[in-house]
């Protein structure tokens, strides 16, 4: 790969650029065999764990399908019910084949094994592939009223099952965080099954995670996949969507590419879909000490920029765009100077509002586990500093976790891997606090009552980092069930 790389929005807020690479073994085709020579040796048997995607619309495109499991051999073959694909070995670990358009044509459910070559090997256990995709009906939480809550959505989960974002989850010791709609979301099924989930927990938009590309990641990986996906759905299931741009040294726009960003997200907010502020359609960007530096540490040339977009917006019929800045907290001992900083940033700077992506800080970073409650402490107190500091509006941000486990993201001062434990109430809670937060300060809100307040969790899906509430294999819907509970009781 070569080049530094970003896991996700809060990786940046530390700092914390991983350098990663995939090593495959036996790369190629599926032709030979997995024999080890030697008299007596018998290929083992397969076993499947995953498969991804899981699900089609029915006469929906051909698509590469993944499998993952165990004891693959060159020489291993993907089966669709009866017909033999033909097959990549990427490792022991998986294998890759494409599916044509007229497999999906009908409906399964499909039966997918794979079957190692002789001597030994044979079929592995099956898997189910549905079709067509199965969305979820609206349910009550849908129309709930108590509050206008969005998501932060990572779109990092559109590459190859051998990118760095799967590292340490598909086949490693966090398979349960695999999302039941599968664990990519670069398909129409896997997104419309994410939005209906989604709308049905409560949460009335995403802010999808929006990375300039200037530069090539990993290979075949889109980091705005989702998003282009929901934009182009005839069906969103009542679901709005808006954008946090990801500021981050591969991604940066800067005067360079600005006009070409601006034109990128007015094509987004012209969308009768895309989130409104006060009217306005709303960008979120993180984080705004970064944006300064990409400006030459000139406010006067940020707040150009920023008013350069709401210009340009203006001359779409739009009447502006109500833009969010965001910054980092420091892990460890956090400074009422470091929050300072970023409020008078965001102030002079001339964003309408602030909101933080999140902030698993600890007073002392520990290496293991921390009770939910300090979490959830962390993001009272940096709510209630903006309450006293903050000059512009602020949008209270509930985190769903902490747990970094599967990446190894260790806090950069101390070089702990912490994390924290987690309920789906403790989730409820903590966003119902946000809430209530907003009517004990309603001079804080970017829109006066009887508009619902507006709160945000982070995130829908970082399920790399534990901080989720999406549907999962091991945790099945417990999270968004228990979010949704909270927004229909009194």
């Known amino acids: ?64 399908l993944s499998v993952a499991g165990s004891n693959f051999v060159s020489g291993a073959a993907i089966k669709w019910n009866a017909t033999t694909l033909q097959t990549t070995f990427v ?32 079929p592995s256990n099956a898997l189910n592939f549905t079709v067509p995709c199965v969305i979820p009906p609206p349910a009550p939480a849908s129309n709930q009223s108590k509050a206008r ?53 409560g949460i009335d938009f995403f802010a999808f995670d929006w990375y300039f590309n200037v530069q090539v990641t990993d290979p075949g990986e889109n980091l705005n996949s989702a998003l282009q996906i929901t934009h182009t759905l005839p069906d969103r299931h009542g679901m ?105 940033i965001a102030g002079q700077d001339g964003y309408d509002a602030v909101a933080f992506y999140g902030y698993p ?35 209270p941000t509930s985190m769903a976790g902490w747990d970094p486990r599967p990446w190894n993201e260790v806090e950069p001062t101390t070089g702990d891997l912490m994390y924290y434990s987690r309920t789906p109430q403790d989730l409820a809670t903590f966003v119902s606090d946000a809430i209530a937060w907003t009517s004990a300060n309603p001079q804080m809100r970017p829109e006066p009552a009887p508009t619902p307040p507006l709160v945000l969790i982070e995130a829908w899906n970082e399920f790399g980092e534990g901080s989720h509430m999406l549907p999962t294999v091991g945790e099945g819907t417990t999270y968004s069930d228990a979010v949704a509970a909270m927004l229909t009781g009194p």
């Open 240 to 344: 709005q969507y808006a954008i946090l741009y990801v500021s981050a040294p591969d991604f940066i726009v800067g005067p360079a590419h600005w006009n070409s960003a601006v034109t990128e997200w007015l094509g987004y907010m012209t969308d009768s879909a895309y989130v409104r502020v006060n009217g306005k359609p709303v960008l979120f960007v993180l984080n705004v000490g970064q944006v300064r530096l990409e400006f030459g540490g000139s406010s006067a040339a940020v707040a150009a920029a920023l008013q350069q977009l709401r210009t340009a917006a203006q001359g779409q019929g739009l009447p502006g765009v109500y833009i969010v800045g965001g910054f980092g907290t420091p892990s460890g001992s956090l400074g009422l100077e470091a929050l300072d900083d970023g409020f008078n």
């Open 91 to 122: 490792s022991t670990l998986l294998v890759t084949a494409d599916v044509p358009a007229n497999f999906v044509s009908s409906a399964g459910p499909d039966s997918i094994t794979v079957v190692n070559p002789t001597p030994g090997g044979g």
């Open 1 to 64: 790969m070569g080049a530094a790389i970003i896991r996700s929005p809060r990786a940046i807020i530390l700092i914390l650029l991983f350098i990663s690479a995939v090593f495959l073994t036996n790369c190629g085709g599926g032709g030979g065999n997995g024999g080890g020579g030697g008299e007596g040796f018998m290929n083992p048997v397969p076993s499947v764990a995953a498969v991804s995607p899981k699900s089609s619309k029915q006469g929906g495109a051909g698509f590469t």
């Open 361 to 395: 800080f600890a007073p002392t970073p520990v290496n293991g586990m921390l009770p939910f409650s300090m979490l959830s402490a962390a993001g009272h107190w940096t709510w209630d500093q903006a309450a006293l500091h903050c000059p512009v509006p602020f949008i």
């Open 149 to 201: 809550v969005g998501a932060y959505y990572f779109d990092g989960w559109a590459g190859p099952l051998t990118t760095m974002h799967f590292e340490g989850m598909v086949n490693g010791p966090f398979q349960d965080r695999q999302p039941l709609s599968g664990w990519q979301d670069n398909s129409q099924c896997a997104v419309e099954q994410g939005l209906a989930e989604a709308h049905n927990s």
